[in-house]
């Protein structure tokens, strides 16, 4: 999950294994939800998004779930590859407001 | 995102000196921010522009100014550049409609104060 501090939290899977990173919002209120990969030396750049009157959504290899309940985010990547190693970060909004988690690191071995 | 450039994508200065980090975009988007990244924390927002007439500070606007000289330019500038201002810095843009809220971001500037 998410922390704040210089450490960021990691995940290592095996090539072809799924992932599954996970981020904890702080604002009941948030209405639409993103994850972003950034890749070392790369901006962030937009994985895939849900608003909060769904619970899930799917994208091309990657899924995302909402909680609500316990304000709880989570992403999933099937038949993780080796260029899915990045960092990936969760971020809320309410209205003009947009807040961004610290993010996962993900590592996929060969 | 080849849409938002942003320069330098490096820099090193002194302490005390004016900078200024450039931000240009092709998408379109009438909306523009610009976020620093520390090592194991989350972006934070330094300002926001909604249109080139708007401009509005983010949490953590002291030491920054910003200038949105065209829809498709948005500039940071720290006036007296000091050693905590070292971070990566980011641009990015949305298109601001309720099917937009999606924010692209540039490739980064890093930034180091000595």
């Known amino acids: 999950g998410e922390s704040v501090g210089l450490h960021l939290p990691t995940l290592s899977v095996q090539e072809g294994d799924n992932s599954i990173i996970n981020c904890a919002y702080s604002n009941s209120a948030s209405d639409y939800f993103i994850w972003y990969k950034q890749e070392s030396g790369k901006g962030p750049q937009f994985i895939i998004d849900?608003?909060?009157?769904?619970d899930k959504r799917q994208g091309q290899r990657v899924t995302v779930l909402l909680n609500k309940t316990v304000k709880h985010l989570s992403l999933q990547i099937a038949a993780t590859q080796p260029g899915d190693s990045a960092v990936y970060f969760c971020a809320e909004k309410k209205g003009n407001d947009m807040r961004f988690g610290a993010g996962t690191r993900l590592t996929v071995k060969p | 995102d080849a849409d938002v450039t942003q320069t330098p994508r490096n820099r090193i200065t002194k302490t005390g000196k004016r900078i200024m980090l450039e931000c240009s975009q092709t998408?379109?988007?009438?909306?523009m921010y610009w976020y620093r990244q520390d090592p194991g924390l989350g972006l934070q927002l330094i300002y926001y522009s909604f249109d080139v007439k708007d401009i509005n500070k983010g949490e953590i606007s002291d030491g920054y100014s910003v200038s949105r000289q065209a829809q498709a330019k948005f500039s940071l500038s720290l006036e007296s550049a000091i050693p905590n201002q070292t971070a990566l810095y980011f641009c990015?843009?949305?298109?601001?409609?309720?099917?937009?809220?999606?924010?692209?971001f540039g490739p980064g500037t890093r930034l180091l104060v000595l």
């Open positions: 849900i608003r909060s009157n769904m």
């Open positions: 998408k379109g988007h009438d909306r």
């Open positions: 990015a843009t949305s298109d601001g409609t309720a099917a937009g809220e999606t924010q692209y």
